[in-house]
């Protein structure tokens, strides 16, 4: 079993290893979309990228990011200075505890942002 800390919602819930992010959220009532993509969204194909979210601690324990989940987030500019935190929660597998900041704002103002 895996911990997965919501830090927005300050709701913790247990998942077994391997459990889809986003699906173990919405199961347990947590928004991962906001505005308009509560309804418009790509359902977990990991092709709109309104599931963003940011994990602040325990991204050792997701699943390594694929081709569609790095190119869908390399379109958009929230990853912009959260490459290190940023995944799609439809497209993240939870092996262990973690951390959860859901509907991140854009960071227009990063670090990385001019880099
Ligand atoms: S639900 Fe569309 S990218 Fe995750």
């Known amino acids: 079993m895996a911990t997965i800390t919501f830090v927005n919602e300050k709701k913790e819930i247990q998942v077994p290893a391997g459990a889809n992010l986003r699906r173990e959220a919405m199961t347990a009532g947590i928004q991962v979309y906001s505005g308009v993509n509560k309804v418009l969204n790509c359902h977990g194909l990991g092709s709109c990228?309104?599931?963003?979210?940011?994990?602040t601690k325990?991204?050792?324990?997701?699943?390594?990011?694929?081709?569609?989940?790095?190119?869908?987030?390399?379109?958009?500019?929230?990853?912009?200075?959260?490459?290190?935190?940023?995944?799609?929660?439809?497209?993240?597998?939870?092996?262990?505890?973690?951390?959860?900041?859901?509907?991140?704002?854009?960071?227009?103002?990063?670090?990385?942002?001019?880099?």
């Open 49 to 55: 990228g309104s599931c963003r979210v940011r994990i």
């Open 58 to 115: 325990g991204m050792e324990n997701a699943s390594p990011m694929g081709l569609i989940e790095r190119t869908r987030l390399a379109m958009s500019m929230a990853y912009i200075g959260n490459e290190d935190t940023m995944r799609l929660a439809c497209q993240t597998l939870v092996n262990g505890d973690m951390t959860v900041e859901t509907t991140p704002p854009l960071n227009l103002y990063g670090d990385n942002f001019f880099s």
